[in-house]
């Protein structure tokens, strides 16, 4: 049975992993991993969630809360991170995840939540249409 929880420093080296698979090539320190864990523990702006078969996650999703000044002064969520294993798809995980972190935003009052997808992953964004999200136009800009 997928239970989904917080994530917590000791996951740090399942998230590399994991992330691997989200983006090829994506390379993490598990050290720094865990320091962000150890951040975002202390933050209550953030929120990463994972989804677990008994010890093993088997996906991940990542909310963040941001101020705003539209919307009657009400935070937005950005979702971030998202990302089911390999063989876990199409077998609830992603609909849990996306229920936690959404809850967690509507207990911290937010307007709405956003998410950017990788134009690719044409799967992923079937998905997001099922439960709910509409596609909008949007921008990324990495600085490295």
């Known amino acids: 049975m997928i239970k989904v929880r917080k994530a917590i420093q000791k ?25 962000e864990l150890e951040q975002m523990e202390q933050d209550d702006h ?5 989804a677990c ?22 935070p937005f969520l950005v979702i971030e991170n998202v ?11 992603g609909r849990l995840l ?6 967690w935003g509507k207990d911290h009052r937010c307007a709405y939540s956003m998410l950017v997808s990788g134009c690719n992953r044409t ?9 709910g999200y509409s596609k909008a136009c949007g921008f990324r800009k990495y600085f490295d």
């Open 98 to 103: 996306f229920e936690t972190v959404e809850q």
């Open 11 to 35: 996951d740090a080296d399942q998230l590399v992993f994991l992330m691997r698979e989200l983006i090829e090539g994506e390379e993490n320190d598990p050290a720094a991993v865990r320091n």
């Open 123 to 131: 799967g992923a964004h079937v998905f997001y249409e099922q439960i």
């Open 83 to 93: 990302t089911t294993k390999d063989g876990w798809r199409g077998k609830g995980v």
């Open 46 to 50: 953030y929120f990463l969630a994972v």
């Open 53 to 74: 078969e008994g010890k093993t996650i088997v996906g991940s999703i990542m909310g963040v809360l941001c101020r705003d000044i539209c919307k009657g002064c009400r």
